[in-house]
Every structure is written in structure tokens, then in C-alpha cells.
T-cell receptor, first 114, second 115 residues
């Protein structure tokens, strides 16, 4: 049982390049989330999904897209990277409703855009 | 909208002593959950403890316990017998019940345990 995994762990991009971050969970959770963490800002929600085939915008969605084609995977895409997207990105999953609202986090991806 | 406030940016404690981390929140909801997460230097976010708002009893997990004051909207974390491995950033978080609700985090507090 690996929990939540993220690929890659580190990445350096040039401005304007694109990339996809992959999140996978093996806990059969319904809900999945993408956050970014910047110094002094805590964690901010980018996008989330409440089930396979669904996505929704969070607090800071601009410049990102997501897809949830399979229940266990949640992809975060940057179409044209900007230096302002330099951050640590976390994926999380949650059982969803039914009284289980805690989120379980992946190890994070450190992204630098030059 | 919900807000979570952690007013102390940093704290320090001697190994084996007790420390309390403060958190307040603002909401008009009656049913919700509160959490404390730990983020050590490894960067991994680890769930420390959870509290359901409808429960009057304070949650405990080994050396970690909370003081949940619903009327005051306060949710502090007490760490007893502090260990060097407790050195980390600690985040307080809130989520209301119901579908599509989102976790709101405080900005975190950096705790250093001194040997």
C-alpha cells in the first residue's frame, strides 16, 4: 500500500515549456486535490476532483489544467510555465463524504521555472 | 468563507517538555472537522490528529492532544514530552461537512525542539 505517490519529485523548466505532474493513489479514495505551497502562504488549492471524470477549480487555478480519467490518477498540467509557478506541488486524496474528511498527501514535487 | 489563523510563526521548546500551538478559526457552520498536520524537513505532510466538531471530547493521539473550544472557535495542539523528531512546521486545517467542501489551512507554525 503506497498511499499517494507523485511523479516527478523534482523538475526544472524554462519559461514557456509545458509539463504534467502525475498523482496516483491506491486507497480507492473518491476525492483528489492539487495544492501549491509557497513560503509564508501555506497551502493553496489549485484544482480538485470529487470523482472519476470530474474536476473543479480551487483558489488559484489560473495557468493550470487537470484531468481525472481514472479514479486512482489525477494529473496536473502546466501548458506554458511561468516563473510565478515555481513552487512545491502537493497532491492529496480523501475518502470524501461519510465522515472521513482527512486528506492524505503525496511527498511533493519541487518545480523551478527559470 | 472559512478562515484559519495561526498567529505564532515560530516556537521553540526544550526536549521532553510540553508545548502548545495555537489555532483559531472563523466559520458560521455548525458541523465541521479540524485537523493538525505536521510537515517535517522531509516536506511530507503528515496527519497528526483530527477532531469532529460534534464531539465534545478532545481528541488524543499518544503524545498529541487538542484543546477544542467550539464556542471560542479555538483548536490548540499540545505536544507532551517533546522529541527532536517533532521539529517541523505544523498546520491547522478546517473543513466543513458536505460534498465539495475544501480544506482551509492556516499559514503554519515552525516548531523547533532543542536538545
Amino acid at each position: 500500500n503506497a498511499g499517494v505517490t507523485q511523479t516527478p519529485k523534482f523538475r526544472v523548466l524554462k519559461t514557456g515549456q509545458s509539463m504534467t505532474l502525475l498523482c496516483a493513489q491506491d486507497m480507492n479514495h473518491e476525492y483528489m486535490y492539487w495544492y501549491r505551497q509557497d513560503p509564508g502562504m501555506g497551502l493553496r488549492l489549485i484544482h480538485y476532483s470529487v470523482g472519476e471524470g470530474t474536476t473543479a477549480k480551487g483558489e488559484v487555478p489560473d495557468g493550470y489544467n487537470v484531468s481525472r480519467l481514472k479514479k486512482q490518477n489525477f494529473l496536473l498540467g502546466l501548458e506554458s510555465a511561468a516563473p510565478s509557478q515555481t513552487s512545491v506541488y502537493f497532491c492529496a486524496s480523501s475518502p470524501g463524504t461519510g465522515g472521513r474528511r482527512e486528506q492524505y498527501f503525496g511527498p511533493g514535487t519541487r518545480l523551478t521555472v527559470t | 468563507a472559512q478562515t484559519v489563523t495561526q498567529s505564532q510563526p515560530e516556537m521553540s521548546v526544550q526536549e521532553a517538555e510540553t508545548v502548545t500551538l495555537s489555532c483559531t478559526y472563523d466559520t458560521s457552520e455548525n458541523n465541521y472537522y479540524l485537523f493538525w498536520y505536521k510537515q517535517p524537513p522531509s516536506r511530507q505532510m503528515i496527519l497528526v490528529i483530527r477532531q469532529e466538531a460534534y464531539k465534545q471530547q478532545n481528541a488524543t493521539e499518544n503524545r498529541f492532544s487538542v484543546n477544542f473550544q467550539k464556542a471560542a472557535k479555538s483548536f490548540s495542539l499540545k505536544i507532551s514530552d517533546s522529541q527532536l523528531g517533532d521539529t517541523a512546521m505544523y498546520f491547522c486545517a478546517f473543513i466543513r461537512t458536505g460534498a465539495n467542501s475544501k480544506l482551509t489551512f492556516g499559514k503554519g507554525i515552525t516548531l523547533s525542539v532543542r536538545p
